[in-house]
Nanobody, 119 residues
Framework: QVQLVESGGGLVQAGGSLRLSCTAS????????MGWYRQAPGKQRELVAI???????NYADSVKGRFTISRDDAKNTVYLQMNSLKSEDTAVYYC?????????????WGQGTQVTVSS
């Protein structure tokens, strides 16, 4: 059984920073793409940032220059450093990872962590 556990969400004032972490555990052989998505009330879930094995990254236009995604493969962990936060960044943030186990490769999701930015 594979699990993704997120941490680091919370309440912050506009202009502030937060760092999200997501750690995968279980019978993992390899992890390909890791990423962060978010869902604001009344809106669809959207991509925030992804990072592939080797370190190439991709960001939503709305967070470019403010957010940085990174990963530590030794710890099966992906991070999202969020700076210059805006009220429109308020959402539930979900971790996603494409993971190969002994049996198969598939996508897994974390339970979500709330980020609230007050203006």
């Amino acid at each position: 059984q594979v699990q993704l556990v997120e941490s680091g969400g919370g309440l912050v004032q506009a202009g502030g920073s937060l760092r999200l972490s997501c750690t995968a555990s279980g019978r993992i052989r390899s992890i390909n793409v890791m990423g962060w998505y978010r869902q604001a009330p009344g809106k669809q879930r959207e991509l925030v940032a992804i990072i592939v094995t080797g370190g190439n990254t991709n960001y939503a236009d709305s967070v470019k220059g403010r957010f940085t995604i990174s990963r530590d493969d030794a710890k099966n962990t992906v991070y999202l450093q969020m700076n210059s936060l805006k009220s429109e960044d308020t959402a539930v943030y979900y971790c996603n990872a494409n993971i190969e186990t002994l049996a198969y490769r598939t996508d897994y999701w974390g339970q979500g962590t709330q980020v609230t930015v007050s203006s």
